[in-house]
């Protein structure tokens, strides 16, 4: 099990980007939450089988239709398993 942290770069928000990772978590049955920062990024914490993190990291990079992904940051963290879901956070 594997916990990371990403904050994504680009446009990233007004673009419907935070449904669009909620999805993917929701289908690589990943748990943690996504939110928008002040400075137009967007902040996102997933946890789960290494390669659903793995699969996910890649959509990320990809980005949604709407969206223009510039630069995802990732900080691996010890997997805590708190989260019961993923959701979009404010």
Wanted: aromatic share 12%.
């Amino acid at each position: 099990m594997l916990r990371v942290h990403y904050f994504i770069s680009g446009m990233v928000q007004g673009v419907s980007f935070r449904y669009f990772v909620t999805k993917i978590a929701e289908d690589l049955d990943l748990t943690g939450w996504v939110r928008n920062l002040p400075d137009g990024r967007v902040e996102c914490v997933a946890e789960g089988q290494e390669n659903n993190v793995e699969k996910f990291l890649r959509m990320l990079n990809k980005g949604s239709v709407l969206s223009r992904v510039d630069k995802v940051k990732v900080e691996k963290e010890e997997y805590i398993g708190n989260f019961s879901d993923f959701k979009i956070i404010h």
